[in-house]
């Protein structure tokens, strides 16, 4: 299986031995067991980190938060004596970095990226500036989130028309790209202009 480092039983078995290895002092064996399972392992933390989060970390520093408790963490002998248990074991690892990571900063108050904020009270303190890089960051993000979220609930129409703004191109070159008259595109800009003032 491609999400795996194992490609049989066999190689189940030699992957729980290097792990003993490796946990035993083996840098020999922690560099077969990184080699082995560093792809695999970066696939499962690449599902699980949600969007927001993807701006702040890096998919790599989680990937090297699991292995430096695969290598320092005393596995149960449930776990290393019973290959198939191993793998499920060490995606779990994984997974739970950028969960942690989610509960510190998506969950706290103060770093909740789904959380209601007037973008006029937002607006004051960036004129103030007392926000920090974070809060930049955060912001971004709701602002962005939020548009999307406006984007995709339009008719398809409008949605092709927003793309094509976002692109750079002018009101004549959507419509040439849209097959449509020029007045219609024009229509659409001016009451998404209206939308967006309300």
Same mark, same amino acid.
């Given at each position: ?114 959380? $209601?904020?007037?973008? @006029? =009270?937002?607006?004051? /303190? !960036? ?6 890089? +974070? *809060? ?11 548009? $999307?979220?406006?984007? @995709? =609930?339009?008719?398809? /129409? !409008? ?6 703004? +976002? *692109? ?31």
């Amino acid at each position: 299986m491609a999400d795996t480092p194992f490609s049989s039983s066999r190689s189940q078995e030699d992957l729980v031995t290097l792990l003993r290895r490796a946990q035993a002092g083996s840098n020999e064996a922690a560099e077969a067991v990184f080699d082995r399972c560093r792809r695999p392992l970066l696939t499962v933390i690449r599902r699980v980190i949600q969007r927001p989060l993807r701006r702040l970390y890096d998919s790599d520093d989680f990937l090297l938060s699991a292995f430096k408790e695969i290598f320092t963490r005393h596995f149960s002998d449930e776990v290393l004596c019973n290959p198939d248990a191993l793998w499920p074991y060490l995606k779990r690892i994984a997974a739970n970095k950028v969960h942690d990571a989610e509960r510190r900063h998506l969950q706290s108050p103060d770093h909740d990226l789904h959380r $209601e904020v007037p973008l @006029e =009270q937002f607006a004051d /303190l !960036l004129e103030s500036g007392e926000v920090s890089p +974070l *809060e930049l960051v955060i912001f971004k993000e709701l602002v962005e989130e939020r548009l $999307e979220n406006l984007i @995709e =609930q339009l008719p398809i /129409l !409008l949605q092709n028309i927003v793309d094509l703004l +976002l *692109e750079g191109n002018s009101s004549i070159q959507i419509a040439m790209k849209l097959g449509i008259e020029a007045k219609r595109v024009y229509r659409a800009i001016n009451w998404l202009k209206r939308k967006v003032a309300e």
